[in-house]
């Protein structure tokens, strides 16, 4: 279920039509990798026995996950080359830079949602995530499914300095883990789902 347009299930939330249009005006690539991480989450939230509206709102979560790199300069997100350490730890803001946006745009249940999974989706289950090195379940749920539907997408993804990689290999290198990821920073029951909805999730990235 790749979503081309802003999902209408919740139309008093006049934010969402705008943010979706500044962010896809921003960065196509961000705006393709955000439908991407906001399918694949949609899908482990189903596999999880999520209802109905609790899979909009992570939807919504997945699409605006990264939107704090909307205050980070193209040159930086795009470039085809090692970044330097001030650069990287830029772009690592970008979750704080995440929240402060969805913050500013009011407290309803839904920002509330959708700001937490901005401000943490790259928490990991070890600990050893950022911003705040939250562990284990301490991670809220929604935050915990969009760290893996984050990973799964960006390795899946061609970008200007990596290749592409299969669905498989994806799967493979997440849950055996290799020299550069373990899979301790994943919550091994939402890596279960992620496995249980593979074919369904390799159906919808690859429609
Ligand atoms: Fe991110
Ligand atoms: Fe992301």
Redesign the pocket.
Known sequence: MPLSEPPDAFPEEGWVAKLWHEQQAYDTVLHRHSLRVSTVCSLIAREMGWSKPEIVKIQLAGQF??VGKLDIPLEILNAPRRLTPEERTLIER??IFGGHRIRKLGETPVLGFVEEVALH??ERFDGTGYPDKQAGRDISEPSRIAMVG?VYSALWEKRSYKDAMSHDDVLERMIKGDERMSPAMFDPEILLALKSASPAIRAALTA
Do not use: E, G, R, V
């Open positions: 996950h990264d970008h979750s989706h790259h984050d």
